[in-house]
Structures are given as C-alpha cells and as structure tokens.
C-alpha cells in the first residue's frame, strides 16, 4: 500500500503525493480494465473486496445487500439493513458499535436495490479515496451489470438455442410421425397385421412381435428371438395387459416395448418392439403407438367382417333351415299324398301298438273311418282273433330284443275287416323314428282278387294242357284211323299188283287203283289233320282266305266278313281256330240254318264274332269243354271271350285280342 | 535493450515486452490466448516456448506449416519452468530464463516467445512476494533480449490483491486483445521498496 501525504511541504513531498494520488487512480483505472475480463459478478466482487486494501487506506471490503444474500454480495445484518436501504449516496455508515464503516451503492440500471461495497478500517477515508471508492463502486456495479445482461442474453440465447433445438427435434419428430402415418397408413388398409409388423421393423429397426389377446403369435419381422414366441401363462397375461391399459401408452417390459391394440373397450393384441438394449427413441415409441393404434383398426376391422360373416352364416343357416323345413314340409304333403293316393292302406302306429296314422286306402278296404281308429290297438282293429296275441308278443319281442321276423319284409296273412270278413292280405312293415319312440308303418293290400287271378290261371294253363293232350290224342286217333289205314291199305294193295303184276295183269291194275285211291285218301287226311293243326293256307293267303275256306267246307251256309289285312301270326291263328271251333259247335250243336262270321279292328283290339240263327242256350258243359278251350285260348293272348247265347234261340260268341307287337306274343 | 519498433501491429507488441494477461475461462480461455500467441510468433518464424501443464491442446491447435522446424515450438510444464528444483528461487528462475533466451538466440533463432501459466504458483504457494519480485525483475531484464513475454493469471485462482501486485509488476497489459502500456507499473526497484 502506498502512503499518504497529505500535509507535504517540500516538491519532494508534493511530487510523492502527486504520485501516490496518481497511483491509487492508476490502481483503479488498471483494476476496472481486468475487471472486465471476469466471468463473473462473484468474480468481479471478489477482485474488488480483496483489491481494495491496496487502493485505500482501510481493513477489508465487502458486498452488502439491505433485504437479502447472492451470489456475489450477502444480507447486511439486521440492524443495519433497514439504514442501508435508505442509503443512496456514497458516505460514512455506522455499523453496531463501529462508525467507521463506509457504505457505497453499486449503481446498476437492472437492480431493483444496489448492493453496497462497504469499506471497514480504523481511519477514515480520504475524500479522494472516497471518490475513487465510489468510482470503483460504480465501474463494479456496472461491470456486474453487463455481466448480468450478458449472462442474461446468454441464457436467453442459451433458452432460444434450446428453444430452436426443441423445434427443430420437434419438427423433425413431427416429420418423422408423419412418415410413420403415412407409411402405416398406406398400409394398413391392405396389408393386414404382417404388413403392420413388417412397417413398424422397417421404421424403427427393431424387430416386432404381433399377438392376440391370449397370446397366440399373428406376425412377426424383423428378428424376434424364439422365446417371445412362446405363449405367457394366462394369469401373468392378464396381469401385463392390466398394466398396458393403466399405462394408456407403451411400456417396457421383459425386454420389449408393448403396446395395446385396444380399438374400444376390448383388448384385441399386443404388438411388441424387441428392444434388448432399451434404445428405442421417442420416435420409436410413437411408430409402435400409432402401428398399435392402425393394428386396432385393422384387428376391429376383421372382427367386423368375422361378425358380418357370422351374422351372414346364421341368416344363410336360417334360410336353409327354413328351406329345409318347407322342403320337408312340402316332402310329407307329397308324401302324405302319394300315401293318400296309394292303392294299398297305410297304417302307422306307435311303439304302443296304438294308431297314429292311416290312409284313405285303409278306410277302402277295411271299412274303418280314420277318425275311428286313430289311438286304437292295432290287434284288435285288422286282425282276425286267433292272430291277436300271437301279434302282441311279437312286437313285445321286438321292442325288448330288436328280433323281429317280419319287419321289412313281404309276407301273406288274413286281415280282418270292420265288419269281421276276412281276407288275404300282403303286408310290408317298416320301422322308423328314433329308437326310443319308433314308429311303425304297415303297407297292406287286398290280395284276394290276385289269388283269385292267380288260380284262374293254373286253370287255364291245366286246360291248356288238357287241350293239347287231347288235341294230340286225337291227332294220333285220326292218324291211326285214317291216313295209316289209308297208306297201310295202299301197301297192301301194291303189294297185291306186284304178285299179280305178272299173273294176272288186270287185277294188278286194279290193285293199282286201290293203291292210288288209298294213298290219295290219306293224303287228303293228312291234309286235314295238318289243317287243324295250323292249315297252310292261313300261313299262305291270311286271314279273310282262310276263314272262307273253312267256310266253304261247312254243310250250313256261312257268310264271311273279315277284314283282309295281315294280324300277328299268334292273333290270326287264335282267331282262326275260334271261328272254326265255334262254326264246328254251331254245325254240331245248334241246329242252325244259317251262320256268321266277322273279323274286324276297333282301335288297338282286334274283334271276332261267330253267330248263328241256332236254337241257343249254349254254355260250357265242363272244364273240358270246347267254350272253355277257346276262352283259354283268347286268354292266353290277354283276351276276353263272352258268350251270348239266350235260351230262345240264337248263338253269338264274341272275342276281343289286344293287338300286341309280334315280340310280346307267344310264339 | 530499449523499446523498438512495433512488430505485431496488430496487438502492439513490442520487441522486450513483459506482459500481463487475465483469464477467468479455465483452460479454454488459456490456450486460446497461448495458441494466438505463439502462433504469431511463429508465423515470424521466431522460437516459441510454453510454460502450461498441458500442451497437447495447444499442440494440436498449430498448424504444421507453421513449424518448419522441429525445435520451433517448446513446451515446459510450469513446475519445469519456475520451480524445477522443487522451490521457487527467483534468481534460478531468471538465471534461467535468460539462459533460455541466449540458447534460443544461438540456435539461430532471431527472436523468440515465451509465454507462462502462473497457475502453479498458487497452487503450490510459491511466497508471493519473492514470486512478484522475480515478475518484477523480469519487466527490467525482458528489454534486454528480442524475446516476448507473457505471464498469464486465472483470475479464478488470484484475488484482487494479487491482481494489484501483477499489475504493479508488468508495464504492460493483454487485455481485451490488445496490449496496452500499464500506468500503475511501478519499477523493480519501487517494488522492492513498497513491498
């Protein structure tokens, strides 16, 4: 420190005052330069403080402020404070005890209230020292002051780089979702859940996991190590998707960022980016966030279509149901109709032998009104009694031990109708319905008139024989009475000729002659023996010709009128023979004058009738007899013979053929 | 060797000048003074010498083609410097630097510069007033020698009142980038008188 002088007389003494004066100016000039190479307001305050003893004559130095302490000056105590904040110009201030403290305001055009430099030391200060002081005081406050601007712009500066950065990170961000929109966006609508995950690895790197509710993988890119494939127990599950729906944003867990797909209230996936490392950016998160949001969309959109397909499945099942039941319904209408339309009755009943069903066929032939019989036993409705019981054991049977001898298949007994007749009857039962309530159906038919048919032809076929036999022994009489006679007569008489060839030519002439008239005779019974049998000229000339020849043979005249056109061989020979075996009775039996005969077509039948002016009353004398021959002989050709043969005279025998193809006759 | 004609108009250095120079910026602010100061050093083409404790970013700051030759740039720690013997001995310490200065200058060199961090010398609590003695010094055998010099003070590390004996012991003063004569130097014999 320098020394003051301030009472010196000699130029020595002057000139060291002028020096030292001047020093303690340079002192402050020279220290306000450095001071303006501090950082600091706390640097600039403690250059001051500890460079002030040097500059003037006092202890120490300090920064007060009246109301509070910072960072380069302290609270003044308390005593003082309030005298401090009424200071406003540089001077003395009493401190306690002390007065020689001296209090000068650091001038700044930011402070609210100057902080003072306040000087302490045992002597009082010059009034150039005090000048000086309150130069540095100001130099200080106003070094402090652009420091605290410059810190200030620098903050500022500091806050609008961060600003600008934050913007800039934010545009960039902002930049970036947009991409993870579009580029999600552009797929979502197409590519479903894979084209999702593949996406989301493509923005972000990571690989991605997508997965249902339960935990069942859906898709996957990007590497995904095996172990995340495996499904998570249900309840830790349920805990984790709990979680996911507090969090309302991504979490990390177990290694990986996860995200909800939860389009409303319900959960529909999880979509998981495998970060290992947890380096996912912001941007990355966001990218999951939105792919979970556009997988929701995507999961509620194949909700929707599996619901609209379920939904058009049902109403499709709906519509075949009701297909299907009118389908049925309209089957048992047929069904009932066809049964209703049947010839043969139709009786349903229940696995209690009661009816439950019968058709208008039975109500035919039985005799019963339906309305009679429904819930009736069965037994006691179509069976004669002595068949009853042996009918209820067997259906007693067959309900316990399902062994039955006449379900489905086609047997003959005697039913029973309303009024007590009986009659044969064929009868087919099935059985249907669940096993537990099966339904029986009994199909029934009168076959009395078949029966009947049926020996009517083994009759006619015993005639047929009978016929034949007898037309063969006939055959073999006339033969043996005729023709062999004739030809044994000629070969005796040509024998006769031979011994008297020599001899006596002339009765060997006459044997000749006998021998000739012999063997002409036999060839003429030959002849008529080969008529009956089938004569040539029906085969030759047809019909009319033949009819006429036979007419022509007859003692009684006969008029012919026969239609000249060529029948089936089988339908001109039946007829030819009718008409020569009724003209035979009518010349045998009928005492007639006068006889006809007519062959003629009515539509697809072919009709013949033989008439006489006899004395009538004809009809079969035995199952032998000729009527019966020839009404076999229609028949055997499916067609019918009627005789009309009153008693007071007159005879007419009337048969009608179905002219059939030559292949359906007999040959 | 008296003052001679300004060589780096640019900042007013003078050929002897012992300057002061503050810096409150930590190392930073440290090697952007000592990098702009012997990078016009060399650029002159004359030695340069550091005393900093740590070169390397300095080092990496010069330009190859400023140092065409290998010796052009040195670099002391500053213990090396102003207490190699483990204390600080001011009349070793200017013995030295005027060892330094004459090897320099018989290695061919016309001039050279020497800059010094004086951080060590708190840190090590070198005695201040054999320290600003030795400065003090410095400033009347600094004209001898076409050399440079400059001291560098962290204001972190100096209080006001080791700023007043700087300034009492460097005639001129770096500051705000310029080097201005300093009125409140005082010569070494008014130092060792006041002190």
């Known amino acids: 420190m320098t020394s003051t002088a301030p009472g010196a007389s000699s130029a020595s003494d002057l000139e060291l005052a002028i020096n030292t004066r001047l020093s303690s100016v340079n002192a402050v000039f020279t220290l306000s330069l450095i001071l303006t190479q501090a950082s600091s307001p706390a640097q600039v305050m403690r250059l001051v403080t500890t460079a002030i003893p040097s500059i003037a004559h006092c202890e120490k130095a300090l920064a007060w402020h009246p109301r509070r302490s910072g960072d380069y000056y302290q609270r003044a105590p308390d005593d003082v404070s309030d005298a401090l904040a009424r200071v406003t110009a540089p001077g003395r201030f009493g401190v306690g005890d002390s007065s020689s403290w001296s209090a000068f305001p650091l001038t700044s055009p930011i402070a609210d209230e100057p902080v003072f430099l306040m000087v302490a030391g045992g002597e009082d200060l010059s009034g150039e020292e005090t000048f000086l002081l309150s130069v540095l005081a100001q130099l200080c406050g106003t070094v402090i002051a652009k420091l605290e601007l410059i810190a200030a712009e620098r903050s500022t500066a500091q806050r609008v780089a961060a600003l600008n950065a934050e913007l800039e990170s934010t545009i960039s961000t902002l930049t970036k979702i947009m991409e993870i929109h579009r580029r999600l966006n552009e797929i979502a609508s197409h590519a479903g859940e894979t084209g999702i995950a593949a996406t989301l690895h493509q923005l972000t790197g990571f690989g991605v996991l997508i997965q249902d509710v339960s935990g069942q993988v859906r898709a996957t890119a990007g590497g995904v190590p095996g172990d995340r494939l495996a499904a998570q127990q249900p309840g830790r599950r349920q805990d984790l998707i709990r979680r996911l729906r507090r969090a309302r944003r991504a979490v990390y867990h177990g290694r990986a960022w996860l995200a909800l797909a939860n389009p409303r209230a319900d959960v529909l996936g999880v979509i998981a980016l495998i970060d290992p490392a947890r380096t996912a950016s912001e941007t990355d998160l966001a990218a999951l966030e939105y792919a979970a949001t556009v997988l929701s969309v995507e999961l509620a959109r194949m909700q929707s279509l599996a619901e609209a397909e379920l939904r058009s499945r049902a109403a499709r099942e709906r519509d075949i149901a009701q297909a299907r039941a009118a389908e049925l319904a309209a089957s048992e209408a047929r069904q009932r109709a066809i049964l209703e339309a049947a010839l043969d009755a139709v009786i349903s009943i229940d696995q209690h032998a009661r009816v439950t069903y019968v058709n208008s066929a039975f109500e035919h032939i039985f005799g019963y009104r339906a309305d009679e019989v429904i819930g009736r036993e069965l037994a006691n409705l179509v069976m004669p009694p002595s068949l009853r019981e042996t009918h209820r054991q067997g259906f007693a049977r067959y309900l316990t031990t399902g062994q039955t001898r006449i379900l489905d298949q086609r047997i003959e007994m005697t039913a029973m109708r309303a009024d007590g007749s009986e009659f044969p009857a064929e009868v087919t039962v099935t059985c249907t319905g669940p096993s537990e309530e099966p339904v029986f159906t009994g199909y029934v038919r009168d076959i009395a008139e078949r029966q009947r048919a049926e020996q009517e032809l083994k009759a006619s076929r015993a005639r047929l024989v009978a016929a034949s036999d007898a037309a063969r022994q006939r055959v073999t009489r006339d033969l043996h009475d005729g023709a062999q006679q004739r030809f044994v007569g000629t070969v005796i008489n040509l024998q006769l000729a031979g011994q008297k060839w020599e001899s006596a030519p002339q009765h060997a002439r006459q044997f000749l002659g006998l021998a000739l008239r012999d063997a002409q005779r036999g060839i003429d019974e030959l002849r008529e023996i080969a008529a009956g049998i089938h004569p040539a000229i029906l085969t030759q000339r047809g019909l009319a010709a033949a009819i006429d020849a036979l007419a022509a043979r007859l003692p009684i005249p006969v008029q012919t009128e026969v239609r000249d056109q060529r029948l089936p061989a089988p339908i001109e020979a039946s007829i030819y023979f009718f008409c020569s075996e009724a003209l035979t009775n009518v010349v045998k039996h009928a005492h007639a004058t006068s006889a006809w005969a007519r062959v003629g077509l009515e539509g697809n039948r072919c009709t013949v009738e033989v008439s006489d002016d006899g004395i009538g009353g004809a009809r079969p004398r035995s199952e032998t007899s000729g009527l019966n021959g020839l009404r076999d002989r229609i028949g055997a050709l499916s067609g019918t013979m009627d005789i009309i043969s009153p008693a007071d005279g007159g005879t007419v025998l009337r048969a009608s053929i179905p002219l059939l193809s030559e292949s359906a006759c007999p040959d | ?195």
């Open chain 2, 1 to 195: 060797m008296g003052p001679r004609a300004t060589d780096t108009p640019d900042l007013g250095f003078q050929v002897g000048d012992h300057v002061c120079a503050f810096y409150s910026g930590g190392s930073a602010s440290l090697n952007d003074i000592v990098v702009d100061f012997i990078s016009r050093g060399l650029r002159a083409g004359n030695k340069c010498i550091c005393f900093i404790d740590t070169p390397s970013p300095v080092r990496d700051r010069i330009p190859g083609e400023l140092m065409p030759r290998g010796d052009i740039l040195q670099f002391f720690t500053e213990e090396q410097g102003y207490i190699p013997e483990g204390y600080f001995s001011k009349d070793a310490f200017l013995r030295n630097m005027e060892t330094t200065v004459k090897g320099v200058l018989s290695a061919g060199y016309d001039r050279v510069w020497l800059v010094g961090d004086a951080s060590v010398v708190a840190r090590r609590a070198v005695d201040m007033k054999t320290w600003f003695t030795a400065e003090s010094e410095m400033s009347e055998l600094a004209p001898r020698y076409p050399q440079f010099i400059m001291c560098l003070y962290d204001l972190n590390l100096f209080d006001g009142e080791m700023v007043m004996y700087v300034l009492k012991t460097h005639p001129r003063i770096f500051v705000n980038g310029l080097i201005i004569t300093n009125p409140y130097y005082i010569s070494s014999g008014q130092f060792s008188s006041s002190a």
